[in-house]
Each structure stands twice: as C-alpha cells, then as structure tokens.
DNA sequence: TTATTATTGTACCAATTTGTTACAATAATA
DNA sequence: TATTATTGTAACAAATTGGTACAATAATAA
C-alpha cells in the first residue's frame, strides 16, 4: 500500500504508477508451529505495517505484487492470491504516511499523491520460510516475521487485512491444496499436521488425518527420516503436481 | 467498467471519479431453469458488454458496485460479491470505448481518460429475476438477460470476467448458502433442486438433495401450493436467516 | 546388550454421511 | 373413477469419516 516508496518515489507526481492504486501483501511463513506474517518497521515512527507497493504504468496488477513479493522475501515463483480489494473512504488518513515521510525528512504538500485517497488489493502469500530472506524497503528500518498469533499494532487498518487473508487461507486450504507451499522441499506428516492445525486453529486425528492426505494422491512418500528423535524414524514426503 | 457514462460523465477529466478504476457487475439472474445474465448493448455498434461504472471520489468501492447494481436492476439489497481484479496491461484496448463515445457524437482526444488504461474489480450479483427490471445506461439502447449458455459475443475481455465469475459463483454455491438470492421468495423443492443443477451443470439425486438441504435448517416450510401442474402438490419453502 | 520410551504406520471397527431404490400419497386430467 | 406424473419419505447399501488399538521402530537409559 502506501507504505513502501523507493527514494525516486517521494516525487510530487508519482507518474510512474497507476494513480490511487496499491498493493498490500498478508506474507505467511510457518516457522516452530506457528503461522507468521512478514511486517515491516518505519524508521523513527514505531509504525508497523505490512509490505505493499504499487503498480507500474506499465505492468501487470499481478505482476506488481510478484515483484513486491520478491523484492521483501528475495524468492520468486511465490504461491500468490488475490483475495480482497479495500476501498472504503474511512481507510484513507494521510496521517501515518505523513509521518513516515517526515521522518525521512521530506515534508509534502497537503495535495502530494501519497497522501490522497487508495484503494489497495490485498494478496496473500505463502512461502518456504526456510528459503525467504527479508529484506525491508527504502523507508523501513526492519523487514522481519511476527507470530501472527501475538501481531503488534499494525497500522490504519492492516489489522483488518491481515484477518481477512487468514480467514481466506482458511477456506482455501482444503479446496486448493496449498499449505505445501508453506513447507520445506521435504517435510513429515507430523509436520503436515502441525500446519494444518496452526492455521485452521484445532486438532485433527492423526490417523484420518494421514488416510486423507495419502488419498489426494499428492504426496510421493521418499525415504526414512532418521532425525534426532528418540522414536521410530518417520517418512519423509514430497508434494507432487 | 468503462461502459456507464452519464452525459455529464464524458468530459476531458473525470475528476468525480477515482481514476484508471472500474467495476465490472456479472449479475445472475435465473428464470425457466436457465442461468441468465444482464448485458448492455451499445448504440450504433453492436458492442455487447458487462454493466459497470466508476468510483466516486467520496464513495466506497463497494457503494460504488451497489450503485452500479440498482441503477441497472431498480433493486436494492443485492447479493454482492467482489470475486476479482482485472488488472492486465493486454486489456487496456482503447477502440471500443472510442467507438462507443464517437457513436454518441464525441470525438475524445487521444488522451482522454476513458480511453486510458483501467484496472477493473470484479463483482457477481445474484438477483430475483421477477424482481429486476433492467434499465440501459445513458450510452447503451438496450439491457437484457441472455442466456449464459449462448451469450453473444462481448467486448474486451468480458467473457473471460463472466466465466471467471461462474467459477467463483460454483465454488461459493455450497460454502455460503446463496442459491436463495436467485429465486422468489417462496419456492418448491423442485426449483431449488434445478437451480443447484444447473449452476453446477450436473444432474443431483433427488432424494439426497432434499434431504441436504433440509438438514441445513435454513428452509421454512409454507403451505402446500396447487399450481397447474397435474400431480400431486409440492411444498413451498421459505429461505430463513 | 537389553529394557524403556515415545512416536509412527496401519489395521480395524463404529458412527455418520451420502448414494440409490422403492413405494405410498396425491392432484390434476382423461 | 382410473390414469399419470410427481412428491414426500422410508429403507437400505456404499462410502466416508471418527476413533481405538497395536505392532514396529529408533533413540536413550539401564
């Protein structure tokens, strides 16, 4: 969204983009058991926010939220879904964004581009958290994963976003076979498990839940797994298109 | 989208409006166990397309579609669904638009703003089709259901949005409960039955079908109804909140 | 080396849901 | 009053899901 501005963007035209448009990205990582976002950190404003961007004049919609995609995590071929475009007026106070700028030493206009009206797409993402690498833009001191179950105040209403992509995530899980994009190359049921636990919030029944997993016909079972674990040395699986 | 101008809407800057942004409306209606959509025809150059308009500088986005909705059926208290963003560079094809504004006599300059690129959002609307009386825009001399089985052929990309919607308007028949916005307040088993088949394009058990859709409790049962038909009298049923 | 321990893989049965057939009840028509 | 097509529901089979049980196993502890 209007969060994350290369130094040639704090320009008083912002012509390079479509106008009033943006991006915001709910980055989900799995890390320990717990789902996590990825948020980014404003230099001398406390505020957190979640990465976003805008769209070229000459790009894709889609394309702008890959690129935004690859520029925080430096990972591309990202699983990436459109699901909700928040265009209500309370959203727009120029106020954060304001502050932001001021704190890069740039004070605009009343009228600057930035501080208008957006409507702003949000995309979710879900990456191998293993592999993401976070890398924050020119504005934000820190770009860094938060355990979605204990976020800090987010700003304007990214708290509303984030919320609205998890419940998206929730119904997608099972209709789109989509959490192995969570997961490293190779993982074990157990692990398979955890994560559809996490992220639909209850437990399920290790053994329905292994019955229903062989039988969409995705996983490639490779060979034993012999990690530290005092117990019986469990498969690894591969997701298969 | 770029299709709903009033009069006053074709002028050299569109500053009411919220630039480079439109909405496109997929509404469903179902009538003789035929799934319908409304189409505007333009004047004077046969181009067919979706309903559509633009967001008001003061208005929520999703104002902005139910505006769209009751300017087009005279109805109110629509079901309303944003299911996508049309967002392609290739979309971008300024000939139709410039065929339909010079059919109402304008010659737009180059740059005119509705001959530029738009980003679209798309939303399907689900409406009584007894209800709805479909009412042309300003530009168009006609708007009327067709047939979603033998549509003609449309403008830009907006088969491609239609079907689109048809896939999120399948998807969603089951998860949310939404069928009912398609019929009259009352109706018979029977229909609802035909309704599910044919969004879904598939033949449902009878007996099953009933007894799912009892098991929801979501159904009032009315009296019995005595229509022409020579057999025995079906039940009429209510939807319930 | 051998018991201990926690976990894994899978078999098994119960409970529930879904698929299918069957049939009596019924409302108009012949 | 018989005929006809449809409706409402019962009944049962098939498939799926929920839950338990238990042998196999890999490290650790004795």
Redesign the pocket.
Known sequence: MRDQLHPEEIEPDGDDFLPGLAIDAVIFGFHQNQLKILLLEYRNTGLMALPGGFILTNENLNDAARRVLSERTGLSDIYLEQFYVFGDLNRFDPAPMRAIMAAKGFMPPNNHWLLRRFVSVGYYALVDFTKAVPIPDSLSDSCAWYDLANLPLLMQDHQFIVQKALDTLRTDLDRKLIGFNLLAETF???DLQSLYETILDQKL????F???MLSLGILERLD?H??????????LYRFIK
């Open positions: 074990t049921m157990a029944h290790r053994s329905g292994q019955r229903k034993k012999y990690s530290g674990g005092a117990h019986k040395a469990p498969f």
